[in-house]
């Protein structure tokens, strides 16, 4: 149990953390804790909650994970990947459902972090995770569109289509004041960032554009108006349920349970990559298990890790989890003593933060790239964001992870073993006691795919994080996906950011093909890609004298 369940806070407190590095990781908590309300509020209100759960998911959730979880600056709460499930929940089985449904979902990441499934949830494909993550954002931008508009429609249909459709029927009806509260609060949250990078637009949308709202009397839909009243009050209640019908929350808690962990072990790799670190994947699914148990007895909403908000940390100067744990204060204090202006938020406002979340979380970029790469890739990754759209995410998610199976069972059987890469002095060198101190070698032993590629991408970047200069042999690489051109661009980035100098050597010309497709060729420069080992050895050496 002890190595399965081996908290990070616990570890660095044992080794001891600097006094510098705790006063930098408390000013990155009250930075986070300030970029936290405005998100935590959003979310909580686009899911179908009031406004105080959001906050109370933050504090809790973010408290639980920071203190036990197996990442170093993980942020946790409420996250925009959430929001179309739980609406969907609240409408089908009410708060009460949600609540079960987040503890059943709680009680499954403990499991999986028990039957040591962490590592298993890497193996989602690249394209899959594009897929939904697209699909989300594309749902979460339509929901708010009433709100951006400020038109007075009581009740939205789920269906995508006839959402839209009630959309085009009241524009006649749109609120002027509130569609320029949107459009204010979006260029506020993208342009802040050339005045200052400390204080996120979002916050300086919030304080500006509701004081001026306030005190112009303008007529907008508020927080207040929407929702009567805004509780500051954090007490513990029991949800009502019977035995009996903890079958019928078994699907939802589930997919509550794959989103949130395949969210917060995502998070925890960006963030590795951030800082050089690695996180214990067993770890951080038990303690998002925990906070998932303990948080809906407050009244809160299912939580992960966040990536947004765990990015800001980092680039914050956050390197441990007294920063998550000062976040969760920070939020604490602004709901015992400014909720009150909390509820003057126009809700108009809120929809642009999240327009914006839902840009950033779209992957758009990462989407174009598929499209342009292998059919088997982009194949996954329609089928899985029209899906998402139109059906729902976790047939999205089961369809793809089928599919990807499927397509690449046929992508093995049409590969054909005689016709790997072999140049007629590949084999020349083959000691490498005989090369030069600093330059390191590896060989990739066959297809690089989902299932392979962030193990290799691990093993690449610890050869090179001890060399000067790495060469990686690919004459055994018969064909690259999407999910490992992904994992080797950013460890080549990483590699070059830490001075490591990039050669290759025995690329197949389709290999060469996908990785210019991909941008890697630019990134390694064609000059270090060599069709020998033994170019690329002399090349090395030549570096090396430098």
């Keep these: 149990m002890t190595r399965l369940f081996k908290p990070k806070f616990f570890t660095l407190l ?39 759960k959001g906050i109370i998911t933050a504090i809790i959730a973010g408290l639980i994970i920071s203190i036990f979880g ?22 089908q089985y009410g708060i009460d459902g949600l609540l079960i449904s987040t503890i059943m979902a709680g009680v499954i990441l403990i499991l999986f972090g028990l039957f040591r499934l962490g590592n298993l949830l890497r193996y989602f494909p690249h394209p899959l995770i594009v897929g939904f993550t697209s699909g989300i954002a594309l749902v979460i931008f339509s929901t708010q569109i009433k709100d951006a508009l400020g038109l007075n429609i009581e009740k939205l249909p789920s269906d995508f289509f006839q959402k839209w459709s009630i959309y085009f029927e009241h524009l006649n009806e749109i609120n002027i004041y509130a569609l320029s509260i949107t459009i204010i609060t979006i260029l506020i949250s993208v342009y802040s960032k050339r005045l200052t990078t400390k204080i996120p637009g979002s916050f ?17 839909t508020t927080i207040e108006s929407f929702f009567s009243t805004i509780s500051s009050d954090i007490t513990f209640s029991l949800p009502n349920f019977k035995w009996s019908d903890l079958g019928i929350y078994l699907v939802p808690a589930l997919t509550i349970a794959l989103l949130g962990g395949v969210e917060s072990l995502l ?23 925990f906070a998932n148990i303990v948080t809906p007895f407050f009244g809160g909403i299912p939580a992960t890790g966040a990536i947004a908000r765990t990015a800001t940390n980092v680039n914050n100067g956050g390197r441990t989890p007294i ?31 999240l327009i914006v979340v839902a840009y950033n979380m779209s992957e758009w970029k990462s989407f174009i790239s598929i499209l342009k790469g292998s059919p088997f890739d982009y194949i996954v990754l329609l089928s899985t964001f029209i899906l998402t759209v139109l059906v729902d995410l976790t047939v999205a998610i089961q369809v793809g992870i089928v599919l990807s199976a499927l397509l690449f069972m046929k992508r093995m059987a049409d590969v054909d073993g ?6 007629s002095d590949e084999d020349d060198i083959e000691n490498y006691e005989n090369l030069p101190k600093g330059i390191s070698v590896y060989e990739i032993g066959g297809p690089l795919f989902f299932a392979s590629a962030k193990q290799y991408a691990e093993l690449i970047k610890e050869s090179g994080f001890s060399s000067k200069i790495l060469i990686i042999r690919m004459r055994h690489v018969s064909f690259i996906d999407s999910t490992a051109l992904y994992n080797i661009q950013e460890t080549i980035k990483t590699l070059k950011e830490n001075g490591t100098i990039v050669l290759t050597s025995g690329t197949n010309d389709e290999v060469f093909k ?30 090396n004298k430098r």
């Excluded at 080794?15 to 009250?30: R, Y």
């Excluded at 925890?268 to 699914?285: F, K, P, Q």
């Excluded at 170019?535 to 050496?541: E, I, L, P």
């Design 204 to 220: 300086i949308a919030i304080i500006l554009i509701t004081i001026v709202v306030q005190v112009f009397d303008i007529q907008v």
């Design 70 to 91: 197996g990442s170093k600056v993980q942020i946790g709460g409420p996250t925009g990947a959430f929001i179309i499930i739980l609406y969907g929940i609240i409408e």
């Design 418 to 423: 005689n016709k790997l890469v072999k140049n």
């Design 14 to 52: 044992k080794n001891g953390i600097s006094k510098e590095q705790l006063v930098t990781d408390i000013i990155a908590g009250i930075i986070v804790g300030i970029v936290a309300l405005p998100l935590a509020i959003a979310f909580a209100v686009a899911s179908g909650v009031s406004p105080e």
């Design 267 to 289: 998070s925890a790799v960006v963030s590795d990559g951030m800082i050089g670190s690695s996180h214990r994947s067993n770890t951080e699914l038990i303690a998002q298990g």
């Design 323 to 353: 920063a998550g744990i000062v976040h969760s204060l920070v939020l604490l204090l602004i709901m015992l003593f400014f909720i009150d202006f909390a509820k003057l938020i126009p809700m108009s406002l809120l929809a642009g933060i």
């Design 514 to 543: 996908d990785l210019f497709k991909h941008n890697i060729v630019s990134l390694i420069e064609e000059k270090n890609m060599h069709k020998t080992f033994t170019r690329a050895v002399v090349q090395a050496k030549e570096l």
